[in-house]
């Protein structure tokens, strides 16, 4: 339904937990903008890459109807909006096209704390407050139960306190918000976290040229995202316990050879490079370590 356009348009949480995060990735894909008065709208600068600053809620919307290209938006709240769409007997509109590591929480049932849990079968005839009416549904269905959903927009934790469910499903990070309200929970419906969403069909304009660079970039940024180059010298026949003390790491290339000395190397590090860590790899024999961050890549 998108008219031709030349331009790029992303569509980001204009503030919320996802609103710095989505910047701070788009940046590190080379991106820069000039903000409106308004500060609804940024102009690409560096690339013709827009962004609009929305309600996350509006984010798959704009997508569908063509007025944004990409966004950067939970899955929870794109796999509501399909399951919304597939209910009323709408075709697709988007899909997610990139997990991007932040925004991390899950989708969960919870129940008062006094309950015993004994499974699904025991919410038959219940009545469940949520923001995520059309995912509890499509489980619920899948669970063979029959409950009813109690569709809420907010403060969806003290409904059973209200009166108003008997139990809940919402968005939980680190359980703080369940405890404080005497719930605890017991299912997880959806692993959620940001995304990148974008259209169903492949752009047939300069779109497509620009989209395809921003996604190989955003892919090397990405990529070493948790990495760590580590750089160091030692002696052939400490190489192997060095090896084993680096599970996380790639194969180590060797930079120079100098004769009977040791030898300089260096590998990326997928997981924490820890002080304890390089004090075990200078004890099995490194010497000279250097941990480097790594920005990007273009493999
Ligand atoms: P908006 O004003 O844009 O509608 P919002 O209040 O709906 O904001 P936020 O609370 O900022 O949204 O959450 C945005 C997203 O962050 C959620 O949709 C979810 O994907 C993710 N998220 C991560 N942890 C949590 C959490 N503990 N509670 C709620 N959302 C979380
Ligand atoms: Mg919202």
Redesign the pocket.
């Known amino acids: 339904a998108s008219a031709t356009r030349d331009r790029l348009r992303i569509a980001i949480?204009?503030?919320?937990?996802?609103?710095e995060p989505a910047r701070a990735l788009l940046s590190a894909c080379g991106l820069s903008w000039r903000e409106s008065r308004d500060k609804l709208f940024c102009y690409g600068e560096s690339l013709p890459v827009d962004l609009l600053l929305?309600?996350?809620?509006d984010i798959p919307g704009l997508i569908a109807d063509g007025v944004c290209d990409f966004g950067v938006?939970?899955?929870?709240?794109l796999d509501e909006q399909a399951g919304e769409r597939a209910r009323i007997g709408l075709p697709p509109a988007y899909r997610e096209l990139r997990a991007l590591g932040f925004?991390?929480?899950r989708l969960m049932l919870a129940i008062p704390e006094s309950w015993d849990w004994q499974g699904p079968a025991q919410l038959q005839g219940l009545r469940i407050a949520t923001s995520y009416p059309a995912i509890l549904a499509n489980w619920l269905q899948a669970q063979g139960v029959d409950a009813s959903v109690v569709e809420l927009s907010?403060s969806v934790e003290i409904a059973p306190k209200l009166g108003t469910a008997d139990l809940i499903c919402?968005?939980?990070?680190?359980g703080a918000?369940l405890a404080a309200n005497q719930l605890k929970p017991v299912e997880t419906l959806l692993q959620?976290?940001?995304v990148l969403a974008g259209p169903v069909r492949e752009f047939d304009d300069s779109r497509a040229g620009l989209a395809a660079m921003l996604l190989r970039r955003m892919d090397g940024v990405l990529k070493v995202k948790d990495s760590k180059l580590l750089m160091f010298r030692a002696h052939r026949d400490t190489v192997a316990e060095l090896s084993r003390l680096l599970p996380d790491a790639d194969p180590f290339t060797q930079l120079a050879a100098n004769g009977d000395g040791p030898l300089s190397l260096q590998t990326m590090c997928h997981g924490a490079v820890t002080w304890q860590l390089l004090e075990e790899l200078e004890r099995a024999g490194a010497q000279g370590l250097m941990v480097l961050s790594v920005e990007r890549s273009l493999a």
């Open positions: 949480q204009k503030s919320g937990r996802l609103a929305v309600r996350d809620d938006v939970g899955r929870n709240e925004g991390a929480c907010g919402d968005l939980v990070s680190s918000t959620s976290e940001a």
